[in-house]
């Protein structure tokens, strides 16, 4: 059984950093495209950040040069490091696992910005 376990969230003043993990399990995924994505209440699932077995990240242009995401295929890790939060930075942060037949989804970490 495949489970997506996030970790790393919390309550961070403008301007911090933290960096969320989500560890896999249940199978192999080091060919599956592994990523981040985020949610605030009564609006849709938006991406974050990607990045594919290969290796090719993908950022959401509200991330760009503050967000990094790193894989680890030995551990079955995917994390992302987020520095330079803002307050629009708020929302539930999923971790997802996806490959053309399947699509893997975390519980969720909430990552709240605010002094």
């Known amino acids: 059984q495949v489970q997506l376990v996030e970790s790393g969230g919390g309550l961070v003043q403008p301007g911090g950093s933290l960096r969320l993990s989500c560890a896999a399990s249940?199978?192999?995924?080091?060919?599956?495209?592994m990523g981040w994505y985020r949610q605030v209440p009564g609006n849709q699932r938006d991406m974050v950040a990607t990045?594919?077995?290969?290796?090719?990240?993908t950022y959401a242009d509200s991330v760009k040069g503050r967000f990094n995401i790193v894989r680890d295929n030995d551990k079955n890790k995917v994390n992302l490091q987020v520095h330079a939060l803002k307050p629009e930075d708020t929302a539930v942060y999923y971790c997802?696992?996806?490959?053309?037949?399947?699509?893997?989804w975390g519980q969720g970490t909430q990552v709240t910005i605010s002094s």
């Open positions: 997802n696992v996806r490959n053309w037949r399947r699509n893997y």
């Open positions: 249940g199978s192999s995924f080091s060919s599956y495209t």
């Open positions: 990045v594919t077995g290969a290796g090719s990240t």
